[in-house]
C-alpha cells in the first residue's frame, strides 16, 4: 500500500450512521435518567418521613457512629448505612434512644433542620436508582441494541413505584438494583468464568442480601432457574465446582464484612430445625461443642435477623385488601397491585412482550426474554406465598425486568408494523402515554394508581402503595387555614412525632369512642380497624388530604 506523503492532509471519515444512533440512544436514556431525577428531588420537600424511614435512618446511624447493629435485625444493614451516611456526614450522631422510632425522630429533627435532615437521607437512595438504570440501559443494549436500551430506561423512569420508592429512605430501591447487579454478574460469571468473576459474582449476591432478606429466596430461585433453562435450551456447560466455591465464599466474607466481622452468640429459638436439636439433646462433647460454636457464629446479627424474619412470616400481618382484613397472605395480592399499580401503556408492552416470548426467536432474543422472565416470576412466585402482604414494594425488585420485557414487546410491534412513519408513531405514542400518565401524577408517585384502577384505590388497599404516613406535612397545612372550635381529633398512622409538627390544639381520637368537631383520621386506621373506627363511616369526609388522610368536620 502506498504511504501518503506527510503534505498530504487526512481526513477522517464521518462516523458511521449506526455509531451517531447509539449516541443519540445513550443521549435519550440518560436525558430520562436526568428528568426522573429532577421528579425524584421534587418530592422530598413535600412529603413528611414515611413509616420506615426513621427506623431505617436510627439503624444506620447506629453502625456508622457506634459500630454496632442492635435496634432491629429485621433488615440488614447495607442499605440503612446508604441512608445514613450523607446525615452522618452532615454532622447527625445517634442519641442512645431505646425505641428505634424514638431515636430516628431524633436524629431527624437534630439542630431543628427536619426537612433537611429527611432529604439527606432520602438522597441515599438515590445511586441505587442511578444504578439500576445503568443496568436496565446494559442489559437491553446489550442483546436488543441500543435504540431498544434508551426505551426500556424511558420505561423504566416512568414507573411511578420506581420513582416513588427512589425517593423515600426505604431499602426497596437499594435491593432492587443490587439484585439486578447480582443476576448482571451471574451472566458475566456464565460467559467468562474464573476466579476474578466468581468473587464478583459472590460480593455482588452478599451486597444484595445485606439490603434486604429477600434477595435471599429471590436469588437462590432466580439462579437456580438460571442454571436449569441454560442447560436445556441453551447448552451451556456446568460450572466448576471451584468457582462456584469461591463465589459463595465470597458472598460470606461480603456478609460478614458488612456486619463489622461481628462474632457472637446466636439462636434458633422458636424454630423447628430437626438436625440442631437432635444435637443439643445429645449428651457429652457433641453437645458442648454445639453450644460452644453457637456462641461464636461470624454475623450473628444476620442469622438473628433470619430468625426474626422467619418468625414475622409464619404469624402473618394484619393488613387490609378489597374489602378484607386479613392475618395471612392472599396469592393475588401482588398481581392484582401491579396490575393496578404499574401503568397502562407498561402493561399492555409488557404483554405484547410476554407472547413475543413464546413465540419462535432468534436465540439471542430468546435468551434475553428468558432471563427477564426468570427476573419477573421467581421473585413474584415466593412473594405470593408469603404471609406478609404490605405493598407492591416488595416486589419492586421485578421492575427493571418489568420495563425491559416492555421495550421487547415494542421491538415485536415494530418487527410487525412495516410502515416506518406508522410503528414510529405508535411506539412514541406508548412512550409518551407512559411519560404523561406517571408525570401528571406528580409528586404523589407513591400513591399512584393508574386510569382503570384510581377510583378504587381505597378500596384494593390501604398500605404503603396508598398511606405511607406521608401525607402530614399536606395536614398541618390544612388545618392551618381550617376554622375549628376545639382540638383537632387526630388517629395518625404513621411514625412522626405529632408534637414536633406544626399542628394546631389536637389529642388523639380514641378508639370505639364516637366524637364530633373536627377529625382527621389516616385511612390505613379506618380500613383496617372497623371495630374502632368504623363509626365514621356513616358520615362524608369533607376533604381528603394528599390521599391518604381523610378530613371530617362532624357537627
Known sequence: ????????????????????????????ALLSVLIATLFIAGT??????????????ACGMEWLDRGVYDYDYLHPPLGRVAIAFLPF??????????????????????????????TLARLGVLPFFW??????????RRFMGATWGALSVALYTTNPSVLAHSSIATTDMPVTALILLAVTMR?????????????????????????????????ILIYAVLELTERAWFQKPKMAATWRIQALAATGFTIWAVHRFSVGPTSFSGIEFPFISSFLKRPGLL??????????????????????????????????????????GRLYFFPVLLLAKLPVPILLLAATGLIYALLPQNQRHREFTSLLLVGIFCPLVFACISNVNLGSRHVLVIM?????????????????IKLPVARGLVIGLFIAANAFSCWSAAPDFLSYFNEPT???????????????????????????????????????????????????????????????????????????????????????????????ILLYDIK
Not at 45 to 55: C, H, I, L, R, S
Not at 500 to 519: D, N, Y
Open 287 to 328: 453437645q458442648s461443642g454445639v453450644h460452644h460454636a453457637m456462641n461464636l457464629v461470624p454475623a450473628p446479627e444476620f442469622f438473628l435477623g433470619l430468625q426474626e424474619l422467619y418468625l414475622r412470616n409464619s404469624v402473618g400481618q394484619w393488613s387490609y385488601f378489597m374489602g378484607e382484613i386479613s392475618q395471612s
Open 187 to 219: 451472566l458475566c460469571w456464565r460467559e467468562n468464568s474464573g476466579t476474578k468473576t466468581s468473587i464478583c459474582m459472590g460480593l455482588a449476591t452478599g451486597a444484595a442480601v445485606t439490603a434486604k432478606f429477600s434477595a435471599i429466596p429471590f436469588l
Open 454 to 548: 384510581r377510583q378504587y384505590a381505597s378500596y384494593i388497599t390501604a398500605e404503603s402503595d396508598l398511606d405511607y404516613g406521608q401525607d402530614l406535612n399536606r395536614l398541618c397545612a390544612v388545618l392551618a387555614h381550617y376554622p375549628t372550635s376545639g382540638p383537632v381529633l387526630i388517629a395518625y398512622q404513621g411514625s412522626a412525632d405529632l408534637s414536633r409538627v406544626a399542628l394546631p390544639p389536637w389529642r388523639e381520637l380514641l378508639p370505639r369512642v364516637p366524637s364530633k368537631g373536627v377529625i382527621a383520621i389516616s385511612l390505613w386506621k379506618l380500613k383496617t380497624y372497623p371495630d374502632r373506627y368504623g363509626w365514621l363511616n356513616q358520615y362524608h369526609p369533607v376533604q381528603t388530604v394528599g390521599h391518604s
Open 1 to 28: 500500500m502506498q504511504r501518503l506523503s506527510e503534505d498530504v492532509p487526512v481526513i477522517e471519515a464521518p462516523a458511521s450512521s449506526s455509531v451517531r444512533r447509539d449516541r443519540s440512544a445513550a443521549a435519550l
Open 400 to 416: 427493571p425486568f418489568v420495563a425491559m420485557l416492555a421495550a421487547a414487546g415494542a421491538y415485536r410491534i415494530w418487527t410487525l
Open 131 to 140: 444504578l439500576s438504570c445503568w443496568l436496565v440501559w446494559h442489559w437491553t
Open 44 to 57: 422530598y420537600g413535600v412529603f413528611n418521613q414515611t413509616y420506615d424511614e426513621p427506623a431505617h435512618l
Open 89 to 118: 456526614c452532615a454532622g447527625l450522631r445517634s442519641h442512645g434512644e431505646a425505641l428505634i422510632w424514638n431515636e430516628g425522630n431524633r436524629i431527624l429533627a437534630s439542630d431543628g433542620l427536619y426537612m433537611r435532615n429527611l
